[in-house]
């Protein structure tokens, strides 16, 4: 990143808010940054609390990235951070391009990309390195009395929630109901935790932060708390320091069961999480680490207070003299 750059740029902004405010609070070089954010609706929130708002086209539009650099050089952009997975492979695919103009994307390789995206290959790359999972299978593939107990349905590359099916047995699974795209994989015991992470450019961990899931709205933490399991930071470390070419900010999704000390990794996303403010506010401030990091700085892995607790709760953008007729159609 070029040291002249003056602005964030929030990709998909949507609904995340407090991620606006946190990078307004956080100087790339100045005292006060600017926000610039991205998104395919009008009608984003984030967006309107941003210092600027840009409409972009879907992240499958072969305009997307072109768009979005305009964009970015326009603003004196220094850092792109994405936020939903449909862009996260687009951005990881195109790096060198925004590269070129002093643009730095905290998003990673390809192929951890992938890993976050799809599921199956998730599952695969797990138990190849020896790391803790549930028994997962392809419907298409599902062996008879393979799973036993309580079983999770899951589309390979969903996300928030979306399309999951649960069922006390398999018996009592609709597997006829499921497209080819379903994986199948038994229920793990015990809680789901997230941990937050952040890598180095030279792939050094620089934070992890594991915050434990009171409750989720609409696929998003909307209650949460800080928590302190050296056996998950433990499996987090792991995890980071196997996934090929990580950089910026990822989560690790874990059951985890303190009774039998199991713990089972069920999802790897690479980007911000919903859930990165209780993070930050817990003192793992990853915007000021990545930024030192990349700048060759020795970061020293962040320090925060377990029991951070995270409430959220609605509030309003109000915008005035909005023309109705940009959302016809």
Known sequence: MDNDKSAWLLSSAGRRGSL????????????????????????SAAGRLADEFEQVPPVRDPEFISRTLAIAVEHNVGVIIPTIDPEIEVYANHRDVFSQQGIDIWVSSPEVTRLGWDKWSLYRWLRERGLPTVDTFEVTDLPEGSLTGPVVAKPRSGSSGIGVVIADSIELLDLE???????????????????????????????????????????????????????????????????????????????????????????????????????????????????????????????????????RYDTEVIVSGFDVRSIDG
């Open 177 to 311: 109901g499921l497209d080819e795209s379903y994986i199948v994989q038994s229920k793990a015991p015990g809680f789901e935790v997230t941990v937050d992470f952040a890598v180095g450019l030279s792939g050094r961990v620089l934070a992890i932060v594991p915050r434990r899931r009171i409750e989720v709205r609409g696929g998003e933490v909307s209650k949460g708390v800080t928590v302190d399991y050296p056996a998950v930071i433990d499996v987090a470390r792991k995890v980071a320091n196997q996934l090929p070419g990580a950089y910026g900010a990822l989560n690790v999704q874990v059951f985890y069961d303190p009774a039998g000390g199991e713990i089972n990794i069920i999802e790897i996303n690479p980007r911000f999480g919903g859930g990165y403010p209780l993070a930050h506010l817990a003192g793992a401030n990853f915007f000021d680490a990545l930024l030192r990091d990349g700048r060759g700085e020795h970061v020293e892995e962040l320090k925060w207070e377990a029991g951070t607790l995270l409430l």
């Open 20 to 43: 606006v405010t946190l990078l307004q609070q956080q100087p790339l070089h100045v005292e006060r940054s600017r926000v610039v954010a991205t998104d395919v609706s009008l009608l």
